[in-house]
């Protein structure tokens, strides 16, 4: 059984870069895409982008200019760093993994953008 | 991108009644050499991350107990609940995966009457 644990900073000054971290356990790290979605507060899921076990990714337009997702395949884990930041990025992210619609997702972070 | 809408934002239904949700996409999800619709249903608990229900518009997700069924093709999709019970209350949310950039729909509150 697949799962997913991440982590990163959860608190962010204006133009800082938000960095998360994804680790995939108990199954395979080369069949699937691998992406991050968020949830701002009251709001509903915006997906932000996803990365296969190759590095070859794809990203919201809306977000693009910002996104970088990388991989780590020695050590199952795949990352998300989103650059100057603003309030309008403070939600709950996820990473999740991608087959036919998001079938397992982690825990969440909660990160909150605040001068 | 592809714009998914819901209907209705919220709902209040008994224990035991049906509850029907609805979703609509800006354009067709249904992709003509499969036959497959590129829609998934989302169950999202205070607190907790969204939970698969259903994928391909119709195909309940392991574990997912029957009371949940999709239906609908092209551009207009359904999640019935058959009978309501206590653990049901949540956001309910659509999601397209035809095309990049995936989206999802802004999400249906199911309470208890």
């Known amino acids: 059984q697949v799962q997913l644990h991440q982590w990163g900073a959860g608190l962010l000054r204006p133009s800082e870069t938000l960095s998360l971290t994804c680790a995939v356990y108990g199954g395979p790290f080369s069949d699937f895409f691998w992406s991050w979605i968020r949830q701002a507060p009251g709001k509903g899921l915006e997906w932000i982008g996803e990365?296969?076990?190759?590095?070859?990714?794809n990203y919201n337009p809306s977000l693009e200019s910002r996104v970088t997702i990388s991989v780590d395949t020695s050590k199952s884990q795949f990352s998300l760093k989103l650059s100057s930041v603003t309030a309008a990025d403070t939600a709950v992210y996820y990473c999740a993994n991608y087959l036919a619609g998001f079938d397992i997702w982690g825990q969440g972070t909660k990160v909150t953008v605040s001068s | 991108d592809i714009v998914m809408t819901q209907s209705p934002d919220s709902l209040a239904v008994s224990l035991g009644e049906r509850a029907t949700i609805n979703c609509k996409s800006s354009q067709s999800l249904l992709y003509s050499s499969n036959n497959k619709n590129y829609l998934a249903w989302y169950q999202q608990r205070p607190g907790q991350p969204p939970r698969l229900l259903v994928y391909?518009?119709?195909t309940r997700e392991s574990g997912v107990p029957d009371r949940f069924s999709g239906s609908g093709s092209g551009t207009d999709f359904t999640l019935t609940i058959s009978s309501l019970q206590a653990e049901d209350v949540a956001v309910y949310s659509c999601?397209?995966?035809?095309?990049?950039?995936?989206?999802f729909g802004p999400g249906t509150k199911v309470d208890i009457k």
């Open positions: 999601q397209q995966y035809y095309s990049m950039p995936f989206t």
């Open positions: 990365i296969s076990h190759t590095g070859s990714t």
């Open positions: 391909w518009a119709s």
